[in-house]
């Protein structure tokens, strides 16, 4: 007999048919199917006449009849949702019921389905065993089965089915939202994970994905943040203004109660938020919920919930870590990402970088309020954002240091500048601000991110201090110039720690008697590889890196405790000249340092010379003056170095204690056979005898300079002729050298 179905209820009882017709899940779910296999056609139509009004929990029956063990089988392989087989014992063999139970519960692997055994003959009960073990509900004889006993006996073994069908729905409902859970941890953003937990609730009620997700503030508006089938227009939109469409009342109702709310067409899942937002999500439902998914539902919308709250704190993250709140711009670190992206793109040789510094703005900022001045900032944000092309990056990347990223064409002066000319008007009062650019081709610069920031940097301060309101582009020779001026101040710092520094001395002499009367104590760097930095490189790092302050102290000690032991090697009038640079003599504890030096040395103040230099003397005149008497309360003589290269005026000199000129040796160098002489040497000599100074000559390196200088009236002179510059013990050598040769 071909396989069949009985309709429900139906009067004809029995309806032959190749196929059960195609039903709706829905439907076909609506009903217990119950199979009867019997080879017994009696036992069929007294079954179904005995059970087919049954009705359970609103559900009837469909029975489904199989005529022996092997149609059963067959039937078994395709049908689906079979909650109960009533299933004779003794078919085509003895036990061929209890066979095919094995094959249910083993072969198949249907664990859910019940079963209830009916016999004949009581003699062929199963064993005790083989209920047990194949979980066999019921083993009833058919004399037993009166239609209330088949009944009451099916009616449980279907609501033990319930039960077991509802448990295993909830495992793998809740399976699934593990799974999404998983599925959603991999989104990043607010929209991507809404969307997702959207598609995953639908994919959890089997349903097709159609709703939306909202977000809603203390305010009346709620932002669809992800939306999905019939709704997928109005993603990113706003529910509930006056112009905008009105919030679903399903997710008003959810919202205002805080709860899931469901309908039989939708549901509206409540998601509860931390961030003083809330968010609730509308579902579209082609049937209601079941009581078990509306309660997976709940355990689905806390986790979310959780999910969601996650994902807008780490978007808040990121929104703090690259952007700039004021400005609402990508900040430093975006800026470089993107940077780095454009250098390592095709976009590298046609784009400039170009900090935008406005000019006074710390000015600005003091005299209007910091509120001001950050309406300010966030104006220039918002008109360099609208008035130039889209495709460029602005950035803010400090204080008032704006950056714009992009195609050279429309990155460079002419485009950028003009946008300052219109005044800006923050709170009704018009301010008018400039700027100054510093710009990088990139193509230009081999680097990182970082690096062509910093290139830009240094060709802002360029421009800064060549002239306001300008611009400057980096040049590669620019950087060179940095990089080895930072990498000589590391250098220079161990260098000092590991005593590569010493001082040389170079001999003055008396120029009437040729007698050495002092030294000027003159410092070295040689570095650990034997190689000789000269003075002229150094020094001007040390003083611009602020080394020089204790590197100085250092030359101060030294040179006063060689002047001491030369004293005690019988070389009692002797000076010792010491260099002493403008940031070390205008420290706030140079007097100090001073002071200490002769203390703890015992050097002779009145034998200790200070070289400064004129331009010193010229910068801040009065601080200078106060300054320079009380290092000469110390005792200590001055020398004023270089002379001839500055621009004192005669009526400022006078003012100053002096004791000594030192001419420049550019202008002893001048001094050739065929004139007298130089006149500025001839002038400082003369200045120096109006003044009553002493003065001495550096850089004499022949005899008739000697000569001529002598002539004119200058009583000392330094100079190769003479001595170039010694170590220490050399110098001591060479002094008795020159005692003996007098002797
Ligand atoms: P300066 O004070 O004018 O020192 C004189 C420079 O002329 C020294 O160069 C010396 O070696 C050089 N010189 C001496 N005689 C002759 C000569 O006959 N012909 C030529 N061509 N040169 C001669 P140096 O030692 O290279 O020092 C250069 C500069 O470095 C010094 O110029 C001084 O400004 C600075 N300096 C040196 N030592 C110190 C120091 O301890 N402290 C500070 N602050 N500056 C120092
Ligand atoms: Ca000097
Ligand atoms: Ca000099």
Known sequence: MPPSSTPIGGQDELVFLDEPPPQPAAARRAAWRVMIVDDDEDVHSTTTFALGNLDMQGRPLEFVHAYSAAQARELLAHEQDIAVVLLDVVMEQDDAGLHLVRHIRETLKLADVRIILRTGQPGYAPEIDAIRDFDINDYKTKSELTRIKLYTTVTAAIRSYEQIRRIDDSRRGLNRIVEAGTALMALHGVRDFAGGALLQAAALLGQPASGMLCARGDGAAAHVVAACGAWRAIEGGQLGTDTEPALPPLLARALAER?????????????????????????????????????LLEVFAANVAVGLDNVELLSHLHEAAFYDTLSKLPNRTRLIEILDATLAGPARDEATLCLVDLDHFAETNDALGHAFGDQLLAAVAVRLQNCLARQLTVARIGGDIFCVLGDSSQVHPA??????????????????VSATLGLVRLAEHDGSGTDALKDADIALKRAKSQQRAGHFYFTRNMGVEIRERVRMMHALRSAFGSHELFLAYQPQMDLATRRPVGAEALLRWRTADGKFVPPDRFIPIAEYSGLIVDIGEWVLRTACAELVRLRAAGHHDFTMSINVSQVQFRHPQFLQVLRRALADTGAPPRYVELEITESMAMEEPETFIAMLAQVKETGVHIAIDDFGTGFSSLSHLQRLRLDRLKIDRAFVTEITGSSRGSSIAEMVIQLGRNLGLSVVAEGVEDEMQARVLHNLGCPLA??????????????????????????
């Open 718 to 743: 330094q100079g190769y002729l003479f001595a170039r510059p010694m170590g220490a013990g050399e110098l001591s050598d060479w002094l008795s050298g020159q005692a003996r040769l007098r002797a």
């Open 415 to 432: 485009g950028i500048l003009p946008l300052f000319q219109e005044p800006f008007v923050i709170e009704g009062q018009t301010v008018q």
């Open 259 to 295: 709860r899931n709310v469901h309908a039989n067409d939708a549901v509206a899942l409540y998601l509860a938020g931390k961030t003083g937002r809330s968010f609730a999500a509308l579902l579209d439902l082609v049937r209601p919920a079941t009581e078990l998914e509306e309660r």
